[in-house]
């Protein structure tokens, strides 16, 4: 949202039909799609012929082997989540990436939240000031208590959540 509002067009990945729904209805994507079901390397190109400017990846696996091939060159991969890989123990072997990184001349980083404390503040109050005018909408799960952490994050990994997963401690 905060994307679309600064001029980007946004296109979501999604795992249902719902949320699909969601990303175009109530968050206001140019465009969304369910991973499960559509062909993601015919979809993404056609979604963006001209390629990917920047690909915002909470995923990583085979969505990110498919959104790379869409990119255009000297675009941008922030990566701020692997959800698609189960274990790193062993780390596990895929898709060979560097060719695809050489010939477009991309830029790959990391986006680890922690790394701006800093600028939690500013933060917490832009995005007050977004949501007080009604340019920020979004939608929680929220659990009460630890106990509940092991089902909603099983319900999370499956997708069955409708937001943002919280534990009530």
Known sequence: QIARQRGATVIGLTGSAD?????????????AYNY???????????????GFDIFFDNTGGPILD??????????RIVQCGTAATASWSPPPAGLRNEREVLMRALT???????????????AIEALTDLMLAGHLAHDEDIEAGIDR???ALV?????TNSGKTLIYV
């Open 108 to 122: 790959w980083s990391g986006f680890v939240i922690f790394d701006h404390v800093a600028r939690f503040g500013e």
């Open 155 to 159: 319900a999370m990994m499956a997708g």
């Open 19 to 31: 949320k699909v729904a969601r990303c175009t209805g109530r968050y206001g994507y140019a465009a």
């Open 36 to 50: 499960k079901t559509a062909d993601l390397a015919g979809t993404l190109a056609g979604a963006a012929p001209d």
């Open 66 to 75: 498919a959104a790379i091939r869409a990119m255009k060159r000297y675009g």
């Open 149 to 151: 952490a092991p089902d």
